[in-house]
């Protein structure tokens, strides 16, 4: 069964650095999601993308964060400047394309832990 | 907005007994419910949805979930829960745009 896969499992940066998070989406998917959960909390929408471009984003999602389809099969995360409170999982999830996509299964990868020290 | 409440932390069941775990949900039009599972250094893991139509959904490892319009409902429930069952259960709901919003999660604690 196809997966959602993510490298690296585990990232640890220095506050100010910049991570790229990568993610493989299942390969007939066009809808593209990340989402992250801080230890002990809900885990959250952050940004989603569709055709090359953010299709909506969350307060969270501010100028530190990008997203980008560099070739036809990854899907990153890049936080260019890492704070403290950016220290969470990450998830990455996919959806196959739909014309009643919000009826759509999102697929979710392992996740990327992130420390920032 | 869209908001989702899973009132209970935890939820023990002895193996063999039935397992529920509650959830409910708060939006503005027709909701799109969904239930995840989380193992220990995995990922979430896609239990079953309710789009529309039947109210009793069937999904993944004998599990399925009753959506209750009146009560703005969707528990999970098990009818004879394994010590495998043991994992952290998230509800989510879908509404507007794309995102999924999702609940605190319950932990769930089978006893052999």
């Known amino acids: 069964e196809p997966e959602v896969t993510q490298t690296p499992s585990h990232q640890v940066t220095q506050m100010g650095q910049e991570v790229i998070l990568r993610c493989v989406p299942i390969?007939?998917?066009?809808?593209f999601y990340w989402y992250r959960q801080i230890l002990g909390q809900k885990v959250e929408f952050l940004v989603s993308?569709?055709?090359?471009?953010?299709?909506?984003k969350s307060e969270i999602f501010d100028d530190q964060f990008s997203v980008e389809r560099p070739d036809g099969s990854n899907f990153t995360l890049k936080i260019r400047s890492t704070k403290l409170e950016d220290s969470a999982m990450y998830f990455c999830?996919?959806?196959?394309?739909?014309?009643?996509?919000?009826?759509?299964?999102?697929?979710f990868g392992p996740g990327t832990r992130l420390l920032v020290l | 907005a869209q908001s989702v409440a899973q009132p209970e932390d935890q939820v023990n069941v002895a193996e063999g007994n039935p397992l529920t775990v509650k959830c409910t949900y708060s939006?503005?039009?027709?909701?799109?419910l969904f239930w995840y599972v989380q193992y220990p250094n995995r990922g979430l893991q896609f239990l079953l949805k309710?789009?529309?139509?039947?109210?009793l959904v069937k999904g993944s490892y004998g599990f399925e979930a009753e959506f209750n319009k009146s009560q703005t409902s969707f528990h999970l429930k098990k009818p004879s829960a394994l010590v495998s069952d043991s994992a952290l259960y998230f509800c989510?709901?879908?509404?507007?745009?794309?995102?999924?919003?999702f609940g605190g999660g319950t932990r769930v604690l089978v006893k052999p």
């Open positions: 939006v503005s039009g027709n909701p799109y």
């Open positions: 993308f569709y055709n090359n471009e953010i299709s909506e």
């Open positions: 989510a709901v879908r509404a507007a745009g794309n995102k999924l919003t």
């Open positions: 309710y789009i529309t139509g039947d109210n």
């Open positions: 999830a996919s959806s196959r394309p739909s014309g009643q996509n919000r009826q759509e299964t999102q697929y």
């Open positions: 390969s007939n998917h066009l809808y």
